[in-house]
C-alpha cells in the first residue's frame, strides 16, 4: 500500500487514509531520501561515477560549458573547501570563536554562485562561504564575523551579496520585498531582466518567516530563486522533523514550480540556478530549488554530531563527493592532467596560508565601535552615552584605578 | 507501547554538588516525575539534549512524547505549547537562544500573556519558556542579548531570573508549577562554570518564586542586580571591602512581579543604589527600578540611582564584549560616584 514514496495521506479517492497516514518513521526517512541513489525526481547530470549523464530538460542550460568551464567549477569547489577547512582549523587553533563549515556543499554553492550574474541580488543564510567566493568575496571579509571583530567587511551594495542572517529564515522574507523591488522598477520580462537567489536550509523551512517569503513572492511574482540546501540535517534535527514531503514539492502548494537537484553535482546545481534563474528573468517567478546534499561536518565548531547521527551516513555520502566526480570526469575525457591538479592544489594552499596570516594580523576592533552606525541620523542621546563611556576607558586605561 | 522507564534519579543523599546546567536538569526531571503533564519542547531538546544539554538525558528517559525535537519555529513552539496548556498539559518550551525568541514575541505577547484575562480567568496557560540569556560567550549575533525587559513590560506574563545553581533548582520546579506563563531566564555563561557548582539540598523547602533576596549584606551603598549580573555586584563588593565599602548585594530573582520591599528597605539605611544589568537602559528593567526607588525611598537617598548596563546599541561582535558588559570596574566606578555625590 504504501511505497517508501507514498507515506503521507494519499489523494483522495486513491485509498483508505486511515493506514496511509500512520507512516512508520523509517517509512517518512524513506521517502524524503529515496531520491538519493538518483531517483526519477533528481536532476542529476554528473554521476557520482562523473559520468554524464542525459537530461533532456536541464541539458540545454549547460550546453556552453566547456572543458575550460568545468575545470574552473572545480578549482572553485577546491579552494571554497580550502578556505573551509582553514576557517575550521583557524577555530580549532582559537583564532576564531566559531566556525560554521560548509563541506560537502560545495557544488550546491559553486553551481548556483556561478549561474549567478552581477545584476543579480543575493541573500545568504550563514553557511555560503562557496556563494561568496562566486560573488567576488574574499574569504577573508567573512572571518570577522566569527573572530567577532565585525559582523562581515564586504560591500553588500556593491557585491550585491547580502549581510549573512543568522536568525533562521528572515532572510527570505527581504530577499522577497527585494525581488518585488526588481519587478516594480521594470526590471523583469526579459533575457535580461534581473532576479534575487536566496539561501536557507532545510531546517528553515519550518519557519513562518519563509512561508510567508512563498506567498509573497508568489502573489507578486517576484523573480526570487528560492534556494534551499536540504543537507539533511538542522543540528541535530534530521528533515523527518521538519516534514513529511520532498521539500521541493512543497512549492506546487504556493503555485510556483519546484526542482531537486543533486547538490553535490556541480554541473546538475549550474544548470538548475540557470534555469530557475531565466525563468526569473522573464517574469515566471518564483522558483524553488531543492539541493539534496549533505552536511559533511560538525553544524559548527561548537556541535559534536556524534551524540546523534551515524558515522555510516558519513561514509554514504563520502562516496557522493561533490569534487571528485567532477575530477574523475575530467581525467576519464583527457581535460586535466596532473599538472592542473597540482597546480590548483598549490593554489589552495596558498589561499590558505594568506587567509591564516590575514586572521592573525586582525587588530582588535577599537571600543568606540561599539556605537558606530547604529542610526543613519544622529542621536543625542547615544553619542552621550558614547562619549561619556570612552571618557571613562580613556581615564581607565591610563590610571591605575 | 509500553510505558518509558522512568530511572529515578533519587540519590541516597538528598544533598548534591551540581553546576547550574546539572541542576536545571535535575529540577526539570524532577518535575516531570512529579507530574505527567509536564512536556519538554524546542529545537534540538531530545536526542541531543538541547545545545546547551540542559535537557540532556530526559527524551531518552521520558520518551518521545514527553520532550519533543520539534521543527523549527519559535512561533510553532511556543503557539502549540498553548494549545497544549489549554489541553491540560504543562509544556516547557526551552529557546536555544535569547535572540531567537523574537520569532515567537507574537504568540507569546498576544496569547500566552492574554488568554487567562480574555477568558475571565477560565483558561489557564502555566507555560514556561526558558531564555538562555546574556553575553560573555564569545558568541556570533543574535546569542548574546538579554531581552528581558520586553517581556517585563508586558502585563500578564511573569518574569524571572535564576542567578545560581540552587536557585535554578528550585526556580525551574516553581515555575512550571505556577499556574501563570513565566519567562524563565537563565545565565547561560554559568551553566557549565565549576565555580557556580553548588550543594543542593532536594529535600530543603525553597523560598518563594517571586521574591529577591539579599544575598550579601552591607551598608555604604546597594548594588541590585539580577541572572549573570549578580556574580559581578557581588565580586564588586568583594572589592570594595578592600576598600572599606561595604556594599549590600539584592539578587531580585523575580522581574515581573518585582518585589522591591527588600530593595526599599535596603536604600533606606544606605542612601545609596546602583542597579545592574547586562541589557541596555533605555525604557527597561533598571529604568523601572529607578523610577520606583526615587518614588518610595526619596527622602532617604543620598545620590541619584546610578545603573551600570550594557549600551543603548545592539550588542557587539564578541570582541567588544567585555567592554559593553557591565564588570567590576564599572560598578565600583558607579559606586564610587554615588558615594562621591
Ligand atoms: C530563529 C532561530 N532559531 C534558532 C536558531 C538556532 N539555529 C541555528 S542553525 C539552526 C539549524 C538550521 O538548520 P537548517 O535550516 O537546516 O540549516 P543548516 O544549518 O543545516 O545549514 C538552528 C536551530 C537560529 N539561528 N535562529
Ligand atoms: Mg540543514
Known amino acids: ?401 | 507501547m509500553a510505558a518509558p522507564v522512568i530511572n529515578k534519579s533519587t540519590p541516597a543523599s538528598s544533598v548534591q554538588s551540581l553546576t547550574l546546567g546539572k541542576a536545571l536538569n535535575l529540577g526539570l526531571r524532577t518535575a516531570m516525575e512529579a507530574d505527567p503533564k509536564v512536556i519538554v519542547m524546542g529545537e534540538d531538546v531530545g536526542k541531543l539534549g538541547g545545545v546547551f544539554r540542559i535537557t540532556d538525558g530526559l527524551q531518552k528517559d521520558f520518551g518521545e512524547h514527553r520532550v519533543l525535537d520539534t521543527p523549527l519555529a519559535e512561533s510553532g513552539i511556543i503557539g502549540t505549547a498553548v494549545g497544549l496548556a489549554v489541553r491540560g498539559f504543562r509544556p516547557v518550551c526551552e529557546i536555544q537562544f535569547d535572540g531567537f525568541i523574537f520569532p515567537g514575541f507574537d504568540q507569546i505577547v498576544s496569547q500566552v500573556a492574554k488568554l487567562h484575562m480574555r477568558t475571565q480567568g477560565r483558561v489557564k496557560v502555566p507555560l514556561v519558556i526558558r531564555v538562555p540569556f546574556g553575553g560573555g560567550i564569545g558568541a556570533v549575533e543574535h546569542h548574546s542579548e538579554s531581552p528581558e525587559s520586553y517581556f517585563a513590560h508586558t502585563a500578564g506574563l511573569k518574569v524571572v531570573a535564576c542567578s545560581n545553581a540552587v536557585d535554578a533548582y528550585w526556580m525551574i520546579q516553581q515555575a512550571i508549577q505556577c499556574d501563570d506563563p513565566v519567562l524563565f531566564f537563565e545565565p547561560k555563561r554559568y551553566y557549565h562554570s565549576g565555580f557556580m557548582k553548588a550543594e543542593i539540598d532536594t529535600e530543603a523547602t525553597p523560598e518563594p518564586l517571586f521574591a529577591s533576596r539579599v544575598v550579601r549584606q552591607g551598608s555604604t551603598a546597594t548594588l541590585v542586580a539580577y541572572g549573570p549580573s549578580v556574580k559581578v555586584a557581588l565580586d564588586a563588593a568583594t572589592a570594595a571591602e578592600e576598600d572599606g565599602h561595604s556594599l549590600e548585594v539584592i539578587d531580585l530573582r523575580a522581574l515581573s512581579p518585582l518585589d522591591l520591599a527588600p530593595v526599599f528597605e535596603s536604600v533606606r539605611r544606605t542612601g545609596r543604589l546602583v542597579v545592574v544589568s547586562e541589557a541596555p537602559s533605555e525604557a527597561s528593567l533598571t529604568s523601572e527600578i529607578a523610577a520606583r526607588v526615587q518614588q518610595e525611598c526619596f527622602y532617604s537617598l543620598e545620590a541619584p540611582v546610578l545603573r551600570v548596563t550594557g549600551f543603548d546599541t545592539p550588542y557587539p561582535p564578541a570582541k567588544l564584549e567585555e567592554e559593553f558588559l557591565p564588570d567590576l570596574d564599572r560598578v565600583l566606578d558607579a559606586v564610587d560616584r554615588s558615594l562621591a555625590w
Request: proline fraction near 6%.
Open chain 1, 1 to 401: 500500500m504504501s511505497s517508501p514514496e507514498q507515506w503521507t495521506h494519499p489523494e483522495p479517492r486513491e485509498g483508505p487514509a486511515a493506514t496511509a497516514a500512520a507512516p512508520t518513521s523509517e517509512q517518512v526517512i524513506a521517502g524524503l531520501r529515496a531520491t538519493s541513489e538518483g531517483g526519477p525526481e533528481l536532476v542529476q547530470l554528473l554521476t557520482p561515477e562523473g559520468e554524464r549523464v542525459e537530461n533532456p530538460e536541464f541539458d540545454r542550460y549547460v550546453a556552453d560549458v566547456t572543458a575550460d568551464d568545468l575545470r574552473s567549477l572545480y578549482r572553485d569547489m577546491v579552494l571554497v573547501r580550502r578556505a573551509d577547512r582553514e576557517g575550521n582549523a583557524l577555530q580549532r587553533q582559537g583564532q576564531l570563536g566559531i566556525w560554521v563549515p560548509l563541506l560537502g556543499q560545495e557544488a550546491a554553492q559553486v553551481g548556483a554562485g556561478r549561474a549567478l550574474r552581477d545584476t543579480d541580488m543575493v541573500f545568504p543564510s550563514y553557511r555560503e562561504h562557496g556563494v561568496a567566493w562566486c560573488r567576488g568575496i574574499s574569504p577573508k571579509d567573512i572571518l570577522g564575523i566569527f573572530r567577532g571583530t565585525d559582523h562581515g567587511s564586504w560591500d553588500s551594495t556593491a557585491k550585491r551579496f547580502h549581510p549573512y542572517t543568522i536568525v533562521i529564515g528572515n532572510q527570505v522574507l527581504n530577499a522577497a520585498g527585494y525581488a518585488m523591488g526588481q519587478r516594480f522598477e521594470g526590471k523583469v520580462g526579459d533575457a535580461d531582466g534581473e532576479a534575487t537567489m536566496v539561501f536557507f536550509g532545510d531546517g528553515a523551512t519550518s519557519q513562518g518567516d519563509v512561508h510567508e517569503g512563498f506567498v509573497w513572492a508568489a502573489v507578486y511574482d517576484a523573480p526570487l530563486v528560492f534556494f534551499c540546501q536540504n543537507n539533511q540535517w538542522a543540528i541535530s534535527e534530521p528533515t523527518e522533523r521538519q516534514s513529511r514531503l520532498p521539500l521541493y514539492q512543497r512549492a506546487r502548494g504556493y503555485g510556483f514550480p519546484g526542482v531537486r537537484v543533486d547538490g553535490n553535482d556541480v554541473l546538475a546545481s549550474l544548470a538548475v540556478s540557470r534555469w530557475a534563474l531565466d525563468e526569473c528573468r522573464h517574469g515566471n517567478g518564483p522558483v524553488l530549488i531543492e539541493a539534496f546534499t549533505y552536511r559533511m561536518d560538525a553544524h559548527t565548531t561548537t556541535d559534536d554530531p556524534t551524540r546523534y547521527r551515524h558515522s555510516d551516513e558519513l561514509e554514504a555520502w563520502k562516496l557522493k563527493d561533490p569534487i571528485e566526480r567532477v575530477r574523475v570526469n575530467l581525467v576519464r575525457h583527457g581535460h586535466a592532467d596532473q599538472d592542473f591538479f597540482d597546480s590548483v592544489q598549490a593554489e589552495a594552499d596558498e589561499l590558505a596560508a594568506d587567509l591564516r596570516d590575514f586572521c592573525f594580523s586582525m587588530p582588535q576592533p577599537p571600543t568606540s565601535q561599539i556605537f558606530d552606525h547604529v542610526y543613519a541620523e544622529a542621536s543625542p542621546v547615544l553619542d552621550a552615552q558614547r562619549d561619556a563611556f570612552l571618557a571613562y576607558h580613556a581615564d581607565f586605561a591610563g590610571g591605575e584605578h
